[in-house]
């Protein structure tokens, strides 16, 4: 009878592979698979790297030779040095890291400063308080770490604006938000929703020169940039940042993290939030992933050697899909993640499909072919409500609301955009057919 079962439910699983073999997966922004490579490293570290890296016997003593050999790699990938990588669980704790460290450290300021003369910064209420600039489009594990802390009374938060015309946080509102007490500034370095920018380098610039000026409260400078990596160059030292959010995710890696730090502990503070046996040099305790590490930094390697193809495989194949939507919807098309003068990454398409029935869940609901999102995944119990990022940057409710986030990998081919176009136009004609 079990066995009959089996055969029953096995059946109707395998009856229903092809369409999800057949589905054409256009939301690397969201996640990405693991490569080859990846995998392999990964099982490799299982099976042969199993042991504690602390300790000495042949399994440990691999396990720590690959999690050394991976810290190499990741900073070779973003420009920095190996003592300046800590790994962490992924980028919501990197950033989290980054935050409670900037008001420690301000409140650790504080307490020097009140045993000299000059107690400006440091008196009661809420000008005493640490304050934080970040952007109005950041990701989630920015954007409500900072609304905790302010709601918590630990923090005071400016949320600037990005321009309505660019979709960039501009610089100069950056600076014309720092107050004597501002202790950090943390903007993404790419959107994950429009693809759009930021001036991270000429923001690091311009804070570092008030940083000279005013050596009371040093402003610290952090930037996500969990979108970009495996997409663009991204140099730690050249973007002028003391901190750089890594997510193995989002560059074909497992799901695991690094926070990198230039200087930790030395250059840069770094305060940590946990508190155990000692691993990542006390900043990040806890018994090292060695798998998950060693699958990051085959990651970051294939990044090192592939980068410049990368890149240019996913801007051809995103213009290309740009140019196919509009041959096939013309007018009825418009491009969420076009702004004057601004650059966006190679592999991402905002776009909307106008007309009053074609809201993107509800094309997406009835695409047979495309795997795609509307936005960012940890807004997907959103409903239909429009991408409070898109109306952010200037974007129109009625536009928005259609969005569809198209985001193309390293082997998405043209064919797969063809297949892509062609569902969306038998969509659409089915929707508007229904009304």
């Known amino acids: 009878m079990l066995h009959t079962l089996a055969v029953v439910y096995f059946l109707a699983w395998f009856s229903r592979l092809p369409v999800f073999l057949n589905r054409i997966y256009m939301d690397y922004n969201a996640t990405t698979p693991l490569e080859p490579e990846v995998i392999s490293a990964i099982s490799e570290a299982l099976k042969e790297a199993w042991g504690n890296p602390s300790s000495n016997y042949i399994a440990g003593a691999k396990a720590k030779v690959i999690i050394n050999q991976s810290r190499e790699n990741v900073a070779r990938m973003v420009g920095g040095k190996a003592e300046d990588i800590i790994f962490t669980s992924g980028g919501t ?5 980054v935050f409670h460290t900037a008001v420690e450290h301000f409140r650790r300021s504080c307490s020097a400063t009140e045993q000299n003369e000059d107690k400006r910064h440091c008196q009661n209420g809420s000008d005493s308080l640490p304050h934080i600039i970040v952007s109005n489009v950041e990701h989630d594990s920015v954007k409500l770490t900072a609304e905790r802390l302010q709601q918590e009374g630990k923090a005071v938060v400016t949320f600037v604006p990005v321009s309505k015309v660019t979709a960039r946080v501009e610089v100069e509102d950056i600076i014309a938000a720092v107050r004597p007490t501002t202790c950090l500034v943390s903007i993404m370095l790419a959107n994950n929703e429009t693809g759009v920018l930021m001036p991270v380098q000429e923001i690091c610039q311009r804070i570092k020169s008030l940083n000279k000026q005013h050596q009371q409260c040093r402003i610290l400078l952090h930037t996500d940039a969990a979108q970009a990596l495996g997409k663009i160059p991204v140099d730690a030292c050249d973007l002028g940042v003391d901190y750089l959010t890594i997510v193995g995710h989002k560059f074909y890696a497992p799901r695991i993290g690094a926070l ?13 939030m946990l508190f155990g046996g000692g691993q990542e040099r ?28 990368y890149q240019s495989h996913m801007q ?8 196919r939507l509009r041959a096939v919807f013309r007018e009825k098309i418009h491009f969420n993640s076009h ?3 601004s650059d966006i990454l190679p592999n991402t398409c905002n776009v909307s499909i106008l007309g009053p029935r074609l809201q993107g869940r509800k094309v997406l609901s009835k695409c047979m072919r495309l795997l795609a999102s509307v936005g960012a ?11 409070h990022i898109l109306l952010s ?9 259609n969005a569809l986030r198209l985001s193309v990998g390293r082997y998405t081919s043209k064919a797969d955009v ?16 229904m009304d």
């Open 93 to 97: 704790e990197a950033n989290n890291l």
């Open 377 to 387: 995944t940890c807004h997907s119990d959103s409903g239909d409500r429009p991408s």
């Open 339 to 341: 702004f004057p003068s």
């Open 418 to 433: 063809d297949t892509v176009v062609e569902d969306l136009r038998n969509t659409v004609q089915l929707l508007e057919e």
């Open 393 to 401: 940057c200037g974007i129109p409710a009625e536009v928005a609301a």
């Open 316 to 323: 051809t194949t995103r213009l290309y899909l740009e140019e």
């Open 282 to 309: 006390n900043f990040r305790p806890g018994t090292e992933n060695t798998p998950m590490i060693a699958g990051l930094g085959k990651a970051a390697e294939l990044v090192m050697s592939n980068l410049s193809d």
């Open 260 to 272: 990198y730090v230039n200087g930790p502990g030395t250059r840069t503070p770094l305060y940590p």
